[in-house]
Nanobody
C-alpha cells in the first residue's frame, strides 16, 4: 500500500491550502478503513489533525475545528484536507495515513510541507 500526499506549500496567514492523498496498492479494504491527516512541527510531537471513518464520520483536533475539512472519495482512493484560515502555528509536515480503524494507522505517506507565514 502506498500513500502519496501533495498540495503543500507556503502561504500567508489567513490563506488556504488543499492537501491531497492518493492510495494505491492492494492489501486493504478501503470500505472498512479509517483515514486521517497528521502533522508534525519541528520540535513537537506528531499530532492527529483529522480522521474520517469508512462510514464518512469525521473527527477533528480542537485546534483545527471550523477551519479544516477532511473528505474522501472511495472510488478514487483519494483523501483531501481543505485548510482555511491558516495560522502560523499550522506550519508542519502533514502526513496521510490509513488503518483498519481510527485508533490504529498502519500505512503512512512521506508527507507534504505546509508553511504559514505572518
Amino acid at each position: 500500500v502506498q500513500l502519496v500526499e501533495s498540495g503543500g506549500g507556503s502561504v500567508q496567514a489567513g490563506g488556504s491550502l488543499r492537501l491531497s492523498c492518493v492510495v494505491s496498492g492492494s492489501g486493504y479494504a478501503y470500505s472498512t478503513t479509517c483515514m486521517g491527516w497528521f502533522r508534525r512541527a519541528p520540535g513537537k510531537e506528531r499530532e492527529r489533525v483529522a480522521t474520517i471513518n469508512h462510514d464518512g464520520s469525521a473527527d477533528y483536533a480542537d485546534s483545527v475545528k471550523g477551519r479544516f475539512t477532511i473528505s474522501k472519495d472511495s472510488a478514487k482512493n483519494s483523501l483531501w484536507l481543505q485548510m482555511n484560515s491558516l495560522k502560523p502555528e499550522d506550519t508542519a509536515m502533514y502526513y496521510c495515513a490509513l488503518g483498519p480503524w481510527c485508533g490504529s494507522f498502519v500505512h503512512w505517506g512521506q508527507g507534504t510541507q505546509v508553511t504559514v507565514s505572518f
